[in-house]
């Protein structure tokens, strides 16, 4: 797995850990629930973790107003909501599976926190945002491919998905396909797709995506 050399001295090592043959959900809320009170600091001093202000920057060249609603799913602690503030995004909302994290998220601004059910349907209606960001969730064991409809649904026609792939699920997961099969059924057309820094004391990099949902 790339760039794992120093995961055995914060969370990020217990997901890496996952037994895939077993319930990965219910491992990974035991894994956030006890990495929520430190997930913060390992963020920003271990990791050195940048793709929370890469996707909120990537959405700010994109977007005519900040006078938007946005969702953040798999928000956790709430890191990508204090970028939104910082620039200048007021109204947003966050979604997880793990309370412990969210509990974090209370002080970042988020209009509402509501729990998540992997594998159900996001806890929103159909085109209720002008904006869908998904920071940090499409890694290792979490959400794969399968999760695109979702956003797809919750997001206003001509709104904006942002979202990161960890490299070390890019192939293994066949992002780049799904993206394609997404852009060929004109659910969405790809504005941006780059490869930047994701973990920097890690040396993992990842895929930011920015598409633009279409009108059905
Ligand atoms: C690495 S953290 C990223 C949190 C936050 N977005 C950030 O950038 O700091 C991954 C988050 O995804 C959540 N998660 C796990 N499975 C998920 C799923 N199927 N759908 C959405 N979020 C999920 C976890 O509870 C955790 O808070």
């Known amino acids: 797995m790339a760039g794992d050399k120093n995961s055995k001295d914060h969370g990020i090592g217990k997901y890496h850990d996952l037994d895939l043959k077993a319930d990965v959900n219910e491992q990974l809320n035991e894994v956030y629930s006890n990495w929520a009170d430190s997930y913060d600091d390992d963020n920003d001093n271990k990791l050195k ?24 799913v798999g928000c956790g602690t709430g890191i990508v909501g204090e970028y939104l503030l910082a620039n200048g995004f ?10 412990e994290m969210m509990e974090h998220a209370r002080k970042r601004g988020y209009e509402n926190l509501l729990k998540l059910t992997p594998g159900e349907p996001l806890p929103a209606k159909d085109n209720s945002y002008d ?21 797809i649904r919750v997001t206003k026609p001509d709104g904006l998905i942002c979202f990161s792939v960890n490299e070390g699920v890019w192939e293994s997961g066949k992002f780049e396909p799904a993206i394609e099969r997404h852009s060929k059924a004109g659910d969405w057309e790809v504005l941006e797709m780059t490869k930047q820094d994701y973990m920097v004391n890690e040396g993992v990099q990842a895929f930011y995506v920015a598409v633009r949902v279409l009108v059905c």
């Open 49 to 72: 973790t940048v793709s929370q202000p890469n996707t909120v920057a990537m959405l700010k060249r994109h977007c005519t107003s900040t006078d938007i609603r946005i969702f953040d």
């Open 90 to 99: 007021e109204h947003f909302d966050g979604t997880d599976p793990s309370l």
């Open 131 to 151: 904006s869908t960001m998904c920071v940090g969730v499409f890694t290792h064991g979490h959400l794969g491919s399968e999760g695109f409809p979702e956003l």
